[in-house]
Each structure stands twice: as C-alpha cells, then as structure tokens.
C-alpha cells in the first residue's frame, strides 16, 4: 500500500524568538491537487522549505513520499516552483532546462525530448532559444512550471505559481496543474489566488499563525447552496425570526444570505416572506466560495 504523498505531525519551526509554524499536523492523499491557503505570514512557504529539506523543524517530523524530509534520492521525484527565483539572463530557454535535467540526472539521451515537452507544456516552444533576459515575468513564470515538469516527477510543489500571469496564463496553468494529476501524480499547490484554487484543488488546508485551521474536500468546507435576499426595506422581526428556520442568516452588502437552502425550498421560502409583509426586491442563488469561506475561518480564529 502506497503511502501519503505528505505527512507531517506537530511541525514547529522558529526563526529566534519568532514562531513561522506551530504544530502543523496534515495527510495529502497521492493523486490529489492539495491547495495551502493562507494570508501573508501565515507560514506557508516555511512548510513548503520543511517538506523540501531546505530548513530544518525546531520540533516535529514527517515525510514525503514515504522518506524523510530532504533525502536526495526522494528530492529527485519532486517538481518545485519557488515563489521567488531568477534564472541566468543570459542563457536561453531550453538551456536552462538543460542544466536542470543534467542536475536532476536525467539520461543525455532524454533530455531533448524532456526539454521539448516541458516547452510545449508551458506554451514556450516557440521562444525555446530565445534569453531568459528578455522574457517577461509572466514567461519565467511559464519557464519555472516547466522546470517543474522534468522528470515527470510524482509530487510537485508550486509556490504561488500563477502570480504573474495574465488570465490566459493562469488558464495554461490550470490546465497543466489538472494534467499532472491525470498522469497519476499529487500536486501541493500554496497559493493566494483563492477562484485559482477553487477551480483544480480536490481538498484544502487554511492555514493561518503557523496553524491548520481548517482541512477538507472543497464540497466540504462551502456549505452548498447559499440564497440571497435583498429587501426594499429593512427586515422586520417577523422576517428576521422567519428566516432563523431556515439557517443562520448573515447580512453583508445589503443582502441576508443562508446557506443550506436548495433549490426546491425557495418557493417555499419566497411565500412565506410575502405573507411576513416584506417587500422582496431580488432573489439569487448561489453557491458559497472559497473567498468567503476562507475569510470566515480567519475571522473566527480572531
């Protein structure tokens, strides 16, 4: 039986006095796309260099792809994408995929054909020898998934892979982020761009302080249907009292929001606030986000 792609158990890193992780404890099954959420400073690209083996934990363990973090020989089946790189501006495109193969130890005789499909991968064949140097941010961007991709390796890492993009490099990227998963491997996705996420991750982890929040299948954690209500005038008691049989209500930009409620309760719903006297000005429904989702958890962890 094959184990988890990523385990770790009460992870604790300290930079001196300060506290990037405390006790971080999750599973990320193999084949799935994992999103890490979080705001700024939540300590998600101190997890990503714990899994990677380029830092230490203070306390805690934990493994990837059943090895310990860091082993050499496990790091060679991982495609990562830091935040934050720069390659060298004066080689070109399939050069520096030529110095990742050889330091990832792919044979010389598949190297062209891995550089090859990494450049068509990421819409880059056509810029194949042309300077890093002269490369947007959006196109490293591109280059660094492509890196990513060689070997065909079974996890890979994306540390904010979509920043630079413009939407059709975000929809390239997408669609790149769902092929790894099709061939059978697990992508960690930490990421800020929540309607990125909620369209390719399976499950999610909201992290905030160095803490897992919340964890779970996306299904999960949105709470379904949500209905809208906008009144011409404000809501009385009745209505108030009425619309508590239903779910907790939640007022935001001039709307009364519950979730929970299907489709076929809404007429049921729309009646029973009309005989109440009030005066309904619009009905929507909708499904909950993972926006809204992600603020609540953080604004209930205070």
């Known amino acids: 039986m094959l184990t988890a792609a990523i385990e770790t158990l009460s992870l604790v890193k300290r930079y001196g006095s300060a506290l990037a992780l405390d006790g971080l404890s999750m599973t990320v099954p193999r084949g799935e796309i994992f999103g890490f959420l979080g705001p700024n400073g939540a300590g998600k690209t101190t997890a990503v260099k714990l899994l990677l083996g380029l830092a230490k934990p203070t306390a805690g363990e934990g493994a990837v792809l059943g090895a310990p973090f860091g082993d ?27 110095l990742h193969c050889a330091l990832l130890g792919v044979a010389r005789a598949d190297r062209d054909q891995e550089i090859q499909q990494a450049l068509t991968a990421v819409g880059l064949a056509a810029r ?17 998934l492509g890196v990513a991709l060689l070997g065909r390796p079974e996890l890979v890492i994306l540390d904010e892979p979509t920043s630079a993009l413009d939407p059709v490099g975000r929809h390239d990227a997408r669609e790149i982020i769902l092929a790894i998963k099709r061939r059978g491997a697990t992508v960690f996705l930490n990421s800020h761009l929540l309607t990125e996420v909620e369209k390719v991750c399976d499950r999610v982890a909201i992290v905030d302080r160095g803490r897992i ?17 906008r009144f011409a005038s404000a809501p009385t008691e009745a209505v108030k009292t009425l619309l508590a049989q239903y779910g907790n209500a939640v007022q935001k930009d001039g709307w009364l929001m519950l979730s929970g409620v299907g489709v076929e309760r809404i007429p049921d719903l729309v009646e029973r606030l009309v005989h109440t006297g009030a005066r309904i000005q619009a009905v929507e429904q909708s499904r909950s986000t993972l926006e809204e989702r992600f603020l609540e958890v953080l604004e209930e962890d205070g």
Do not use: N
């Open 213 to 229: 929040l919340q964890v779970g299948r996306l299904d999960e954690l949105l709470h379904g249907e949500v209905v809208r209500v």
């Open 72 to 98: 050499l020989q496990t790091r060679r089946r991982i495609g990562y994408l830091p935040e934050l790189f720069r390659y060298q501006d004066w080689l070109s495109a399939r050069e520096v995929l030529a």
């Open 128 to 144: 194949a020898d042309h300077r890093v140097g002269g490369f947007s941010k959006g196109m490293q961007q591109r280059l660094g």
